[in-house]
């Protein structure tokens, strides 16, 4: 019998939101070790955090300066800034970078020079290798990647909902509105910011917003270049977020026909797409590890061409496909 793989070394910035996801997520699997931890927060609250905000349940404790539970132990650093982390001391193979701050070509190259083999963002970030969308482009990996983005919960829900109509009823063109739980850097109560519409208070506002997902799936699906659009509307939930997405088909397609052949893009990728069959609302989809939850009673034609359709996704499902990335990559080594 031969050796056990070595588990990949991790080393995570940020432990918010997607942040904490990432380390329940990988705690519990058995090929992945976050061997180092940097956020600003003090340990005893990341670990009060990790612990209170976990759906299922999760158990860790601070021992001076490590993060240790049931199989794993991490060195907490109160650092955050690019550079700052000797991510080479703790021998990582890969820094996920969960901040949502520092996307720059700049601040990746610190990562590098301070030890990080490989950068692999949560989110969108600034001249990237390569944007690795599980389910669409996993094959275009390539080991001289060394900064990568693994897109963003709107972005990939979007590429992959797009890549399955269009491979079953044929897409020329399409919009997106991503109806879309509020983010961190939205204030609660009204404060100026550099945007006027993002200084409105997220707790009591609809707030129309630009989102990038529509420009960076014309890279991802190259075949779309020019005949896609988006926005976004923030919205006061906390998780669980809606695509809606209106499609001109190249083919007369009936709503039940739409419906069919996501059911069959679910069936043959069980794990990043699902279907609801129930009138399901946003916090049915809390806990939902899929890429997209398919909303089969959403889907509406209108005309011969137009199809209307409904997708649910939240992060944790994203934060399930950062860890598919970085086990892609491992996979090269």
Known sequence: MGAAKPKCRVGLMGLGQIGRQIYRLAAEAGDIEIVAVADI???????????????????????GNYLRGEGFSSRMLQLVAPGQVPWDAFGVDCVIDA?????????????????????????LAEAPDRVLVTGLNDGAAAATDRVVSAGSPTTNAF?????????????EYATMTS??????????????????????????NIIPNANASAA?????????????????????????????????LRNVVDAEAVNELMRAAATARPQLIAVAEDPIVSSDVIGCRQTLLFDAKGTQRAGSRMVKTL?????????????????TYAALA
């Open 311 to 327: 997708a649910w996704y939240e992060t944790l499902g994203h934060a399930c496909r950062v860890l598919d990335v970085v086990r």
């Open 216 to 248: 960076c799936v014309e890279e991802l699906l190259p075949r779309f270049a020019g005949r896609l659009s988006g926005c976004a509307l923030n919205v006061p939930v906390q998780r669980g977020s809606l695509l809606d997405l209106n499609c001109v």
């Open 179 to 204: 109806i879309h739980a509020y983010t961190s850097d939205q204030p609660l109560q009204d404060y100026a910011q550099g945007d006027q519409r993002r200084s409105r208070s997220a707790a009591q």
């Open 41 to 63: 927060g003090r340990p005893e609250v990341l670990q009060y955090l990790l612990e209170t905000g976990a759906d299922d349940g999760f158990a860790c404790r601070v021992e």
């Open 159 to 171: 590429a992959l909902l797009l890549d399955a109509l269009d491979r079953g009823a044929g897409v």
């Open 99 to 123: 901040t949502g701050r520092y996307r720059g070509r700049a601040h990746a190259e610190l990562q590098l020079a301070a030890g990080g083999k490989r950068v692999v963002y949560a989110t």
